[in-house]
């Protein structure tokens, strides 16, 4: 059985970092596709960042530069390094794996406010 499951969200200032995790379970993050999507109130799930079994990662345009997807394959998680932080990323993250997706995890909140 696949299970996600995030951590690490929470307020943050304007200009601050935060890092979220995900741990998976029933999967080998390293042997397949992940991702961090998140959904804001009113808004559609959009992908955030992306890393394939290669290792290859891709990023969205609102993020680039300020985010860095990663993983541990001997902890089975996935991370996202969020630097720079606006209130624009106020959102809901989800891990998830495959794609399109397949899988997702709970979501964890994550608010930019001052």
């Known amino acids: 059985q696949v299970k996600l499951v995030e951590s690490g969200g929470g307020l943050v200032q304007p200009g601050g970092s935060l890092k979220i995790s995900c741990t998976a379970t029933?999967?080998?993050?390293?042997?397949?596709?992940m991702g961090w999507y998140r959904q804001a109130p009113g808004k559609q799930r959009e992908l955030v960042a992306g890393i394939a079994m290669s290792g290859t990662t891709n990023y969205a345009d609102a993020v680039k530069g300020r985010f860095t997807i990663s993983r541990d394959n001997s902890r089975n998680t996935l991370s996202l390094q969020m630097r720079s932080l606006k209130p624009e990323d106020t959102a809901v993250y989800y891990c998830?794996?495959?794609?399109?997706?397949?899988?997702w995890g709970q979501g964890t909140q994550v608010t930019v406010s001052s």
């Open positions: 029933g999967i080998s993050v390293g042997l397949r596709t």
């Open positions: 998830s794996t495959g794609r399109p997706p397949t899988y």
